[in-house]
């Protein structure tokens, strides 16, 4: 049986490299787009109705410029002849025109809707995705597939494939007409076609895996951009602003370098097909010359087939041009593709054993061994053996790396451990679905997220049902109204970009009333009270304490006031249980809670911020 590639074997460089020698074969990708192209059938057979009416409208024109020539222009011409001939081409030129009105819009709206499903669908995939999907994908590169290649894909459904279809219509009728009048022409015509292919396919070759570099490194930018945004204050702060232009710089002219080869390559393309196509129509024009002199056709044959014969020329470079962009958007469309088939690792089972009602918080961690898919060298708990009873508060105590706040994520299913077990309530969690377990979990993260909104929105986002009424009740709890009515518009007052209007300890405060928000039967803590000051602090945690009330709470503690409070303090180094007991009886136990709290805790009873770390 062959393994399952894990994430780290299967990130952005396979994924890149196995997308490459797919797209260097074909085009074959774009055919992962009819889901999202089924549903618009009514809209594309119109669109291409309009086409092919816009099509042969000019193939018309060729037989109205055949009787124009003859009948018209030619030795005893005729006025009124010639007049009609004149109004047949504009009556053909006014449905040319109306068709092809018809056809843009039509194809432009096609396209604009499937890109919205195709970037709804994606992020829709994305955000169900667990987090060691992310340990091994930039951010940034995920946002190119859902911007730059979605735009590839708009181009190629609105505009690069009409245009594709478009032509290859014309140069079968155009072919068939150019067989009508003249066949020794013709066959002079069809003599250059394989002088034509043959760059198409070498070159065209070139072309996509130049194309999907170049996606490739406009990821790069965008990941490097969107990690330098984030981190500004620690990059000013630094003083790294230049190292980081300078660093910037080198991945643009990459992605310049890469894309000026694509350029380069596609232009090669487009001058070998024309020089090929208008110099077989030079010679026709030569050859029929002397075939109108000799009298074997007439001058308006000669003129209709030229105009065929630019037709057909015309519709193979036109072909040629978007072939780039169709071949760009297959690598795109690949990109996109392989992103919606990443299977989450974390899911609910087809039958979710459903949790007891009413929630109790019982907590049972057996035998835990769990390494991270970023780090499968190392385990992060090894045979790990924890029972919480409903309602207990404990506090998680050890050095940095004992695997704390690993305890957080296995609870909230985040991961499963590779052996062991992890139950909420008696239910296994990989036998129940995860929504409803983090349903039953309240989180207060070391570092709070504030989303780009305002205050009734980031707290209600710990419950979107809930009321004003009810919102704010959480933040007079978490002491947070304080601040929030000082606001410009209270609480309807936007926060900015990840809550830069607010302090360190205010967002802590929102984030704390998010989770009071939640009522839930089970509150992890994470350094809950880590970033306020003492006044906040203590308003903080009388509300955690009212709230901890018959509620099982997990705590990684940093300060001496919450060790003491807890029932239960359990000390954890390098992924196990090494202690477990009350403040006393391990401060009399010696060992390592006893070094902690020598070193970290005498120092924050003495005023001095500590912290024992995760």
Known sequence: MMREPSYAEAGPSADRASSERQSARSIKPLRALMPYLRPYGGAILAALLALTVAAGTVLLMGVGLRLLVDQGFGAGGNPDLLDRAVLVLLGAVAVMAAASYARFYLVSWIGERVVADLRRAVFDHVIRLDLGFFEVTRTGEILTRLT???????????????IALRNLLMFTGGAAMLAVTSAKLTGLV????????????????????????????????????????????????????????????????????????????????????????FGAISAVLWIGGHDVIAGRISAGELSAFVFYAIVVAGSVGAISEVMGDLQRAAGAAERLMDLLATEAKIAAPVDPVSLPKPARGAIRFE????????????????????????GERVALVGPSGA??????????????????????????????????????????????????????????????????????????????????????QGFATFLGEKGVRLSGGQRQRMAIARAILRNPAVLLLDEATSALDSESEQLVQQALDRLMVGRTTLVIAHRLATVQKADRIVVIDQGRIVAQGRHGELMRAGGLYARLAQLQFDQAVEGVAGAVGR
């Open 148 to 162: 730059t290649d979605t735009t590839l894909i708009q181009v190629t459904v609105g505009t690069a494939a009409p």
């Open 367 to 390: 035998r835990i061994t769990f390494r991270y898919p970023a780090r499968p060298d190392r385990s992060a708990l090894d045979a790990f053996d924890l029972s919480v009873e409903p």
């Open 190 to 277: 069809f003599l250059v076609v394989p002088l034509v292919l043959v760059p198409i396919l070498v070159y065209g070759r070139r072309v996509r895996r130049l194309s999907r570099a170049a996606q490739d490194r406009v990821a790069d930018v965008g990941a490097y951009v969107e990690e330098s945004l984030n981190a500004i204050r620690t990059v000013q702060a630094f003083g790294h602003e230049a190292i980081d232009r300078q660093r910037f710089a080198q991945r643009v002219t990459e992605a310049l370098t890469t894309s000026l080869d694509r350029v380069r390559a596609r232009a090669w393309l487009t001058a070998l097909v024309i020089m090929f196509v």
């Open 403 to 488: 695997g704390k706040t690993t305890v957080f994520q296995l609870l909230l299913r985040f991961y499963d451990p590779q052996s062991g077990s992890v139950a909420l309530d008696g239910v296994d969690l990989s036998r129940a679905d995860p929504a409803t377990v983090r349903a039953r979990i309240g989180l207060v993260p070391q570092e709070p997220v504030i989303f780009s909104a305002d205050a009734w929105e980031n707290i209600r986002y710990g419950r979107p049902e809930a009321s004003d009424g009810e919102v704010r009740a959480a933040a007079e709890a978490a002491a947070a109204t304080e601040f929030l009515d000082r606001l410009p």
